[in-house]
Structure formats: C-alpha cells, structure tokens
C-alpha cells in the first residue's frame, strides 16, 4: 500500500511564499516522476510542475519563473516553492508519483489528497 500525504498549505497574502511538501510511504520499489498539479471547483486539474528521477522539470507557463520543485529522493518527498503567489494561484494542489511498487509490476500513479492554498488580494 502506497500513501501520499501533502502538507504546507494555507493563506497567504499575494506576493508571499509558501513550501509545499508531499512525502511518498509504505510498498515503493523505485519512484520515476513525480509533479504537482492544481484544481479549482468548475475546473479541470491542471499540471503545474514536473519532475523526474533524474531531476529534469518542467512547468507550466503560468508558474515559469515563480514555482520550483524540487526532490529529495533518499526520503521519497516533493516540494514545490511557490513563490511571488497571485490570487490565481488559488487551488487545492495535489502531488503524484509514478512509482514501482515490485520489480514484477509497471508504474502506477498515485495521488495525495490534496492541500488547500489560498492567496488574498
């Protein structure tokens, strides 16, 4: 059994920071991708940050330049700086990771449960 658990969200005034972490536990053989997406009610979710095992990234336009995810894979975690936040970035972000949970099996995605950001104007 595989958890993602997401922590370090909440209000922030525009123009703040905020680090958020998601920390993957329990059967993991290996773990390729690993990203942040974003989704806001009427809304599709939507991809926000990438990044591999070997450390590549890739983000999306409207976060080029203020996001930066990072990894750290002796504890299996993500992060994501979020930083000059816009009112627009207000979401609930989820983490996944594609991960192996045997050598016998093919990657599977899994999902945190999502954390609340909120940026005032």
């Known amino acids: 059994q595989v958890q993602l658990v997401e922590s370090g969200g909440g209000l922030v005034q525009a123009g703040g920071s905020l680090r958020l972490s998601c920390a993957a536990s329990?059967?993991?053989?290996?773990?390729?991708?690993m990203g942040w997406y974003r989704q806001v009610p009427g809304k599709q979710r939507e991809l926000v940050a990438v990044?591999?095992?070997?450390?590549?990234?890739g983000y999306a336009d409207s976060v080029k330049g203020r996001f930066t995810i990072s990894r750290d894979n002796t504890k299996n975690t993500v992060y994501l700086q979020m930083n000059s936040l816009k009112p627009e970035d207000t979401a609930v972000y989820f983490c996944n990771a594609d991960l192996y949970t045997s050598t016998y099996s093919g990657p599977s995605r899994y999902w945190g449960q999502g954390t609340q950001v909120t940026v005032s104007s």
């Open positions: 329990g059967s993991i053989f290996s773990i390729n991708a």
């Open positions: 990044i591999t095992s070997g450390g590549s990234t």
